[in-house]
T-cell receptor, first 115, second 114 residues
Framework: DAGVIQSPRHEVTEMGQEVTLRCKPISGHDYLFWYRQTMMRGLELLIYFNNNVPIDDSGMPEDRFSAKMPNASFSTLKIQPSEPRDSAVYFC?????????????FGSGTRLTVV | AQSVTQPDIHITVSEGASLELRCNYSYGATPYLFWYVQSPGQGLQLLLKYFSGDTLVQGIKGFEAEFKRSQSSFNLRKPSVHWSDAAEYFCAVGPGSNDYKLSFGAGTTVTVRA
């Protein structure tokens, strides 16, 4: 298995532009998570999905952030409009449900820089 | 609510020396506990996990961790550190009673000196 795949690896954009981050979870994993990592706040859970349905989006910082999971193999995190304070590393992770709780498998992340 | 504390922000250890990273958790029931490692520019990789049973768990890369319920701790250890172990280490607990979320600690950065 190729693991959790995120794209792009790096993104530099100007303030006010729309940014879309992409994630392909591991096949067969029921849960998908979006995290943001910064020096100041560490790892923050933004939103997670179960079987493509958003379960908890309480970590989404504001309405500029939105996430979708149109099918079991693809999810997007969109920021519109982007601001410099959104600069961070964004991780996607997935997890299976059957046979108990085995923890998450993380992607390599997308490093977002908003200038 | 579940939470994790990693008391040490940064640890420096000599190559070949032993390493112990501390993790304390708060959880209402028997926890699921995890240690992850993050190398620079990489995602988080699962080192080991504890669900139940033997309180000493073995993981990848020669790491082990011991669950101590009386101390609410899950410390990570390695007998002899290699330069490649320089990374950031995260302890995590979960899921919650009504959700599927992990709570992560703030992380401990390990520097290995020659």
């Amino acid at each position: 298995d190729a693991g959790v795949i995120q794209s792009p690896r790096h993104e530099v954009t100007e303030m006010g532009q729309e940014v879309t981050l992409r994630c392909k979870p591991i096949s067969g994993h029921d849960y998908l998570f979006w995290y943001r990592q910064t020096m100041m706040r560490g790892l923050e859970l933004l939103i997670y999905f179960n079987n493509n349905v958003p379960i908890d989006d309480s970590g989404m910082p504001e309405d500029r952030f939105s996430a979708k999971m149109p099918n079991a193999s693809f999810s997007t995190l969109k920021i519109q409009p982007s601001e410099p304070r959104d600069s961070a590393v964004y991780f996607c992770a997935s997890s299976p449900r059957d046979r108990g709780f085995y923890g998450y498998t993380f992607g390599s992340g997308t490093r977002l820089t908003v200038v | 609510a579940q939470s994790v504390t990693q008391p040490d922000i940064h640890i420096t250890v000599s190559e070949g020396a032993s390493l112990e990273l501390r993790c304390n958790y708060s959880y209402g029931a028997t926890p699921y506990l995890f240690w992850y490692v993050q190398s620079p520019g990489q995602g988080l990789q699962l080192l080991l996990k504890y669900f139940s049973g033997d309180t000493l768990v073995q993981g990848i890369k020669g790491f082990e961790a011991e669950f101590k319920r009386s101390q609410s701790s899950f410390n990570l250890r390695k007998p002899s550190v290699h330069w490649s172990d320089a990374a950031e280490y995260f302890c995590a607990v979960g899921p919650g009673s009504n959700d599927y979320k992990l709570s992560f600690g703030a992380g401990t950065t390990v520097t290995v000196r020659a």
